[in-house]
């Protein structure tokens, strides 16, 4: 998943930075970067709060079944995603 996640992302971003200019795309770089961080350390704050070790058990715990599910979901969906768009 971090192989498809950073080989996209590696690929698109000299792109991205063209069409948003080199300033406004740096800009929108760090803040994205920031908002990341910030979204990670919430993720790792709710795994110890809760006593949950993985991302699945922390949404089952914060949301019941409707959360787990839900990560379930959209895992399948990023990785089907991937397979369909490579065999393109």
Same mark, same amino acid.
């Given at each position: 998943?971090?192989?498809?996640? /950073?080989? @996209?992302?590696?690929? &698109? ?11 406004? %795309? ?18 790792? /704050?709710? @795994?110890?709060?809760? &006593? ?11 949301? %019941? ?24």
């Amino acid at each position: 998943m971090a192989n498809s996640i /950073l080989g @996209a992302g590696i690929i &698109g971003l000299p792109y991205a930075v063209a069409r948003a200019g080199f300033v406004m %795309g740096i800009f929108l770089l760090i803040t994205l970067a920031a908002v990341t961080d910030w979204t990670i350390r919430l993720v790792v /704050l709710n @795994a110890k709060l809760s &006593g949950r070790e993985s991302y699945t058990e922390v949404m089952h715990h914060c949301f %019941g079944h409707w959360g787990s599910a839900g990560v379930s979901f959209f895992q399948f969906a990023f990785a089907f995603g991937g397979y369909v768009f490579q065999l393109a």
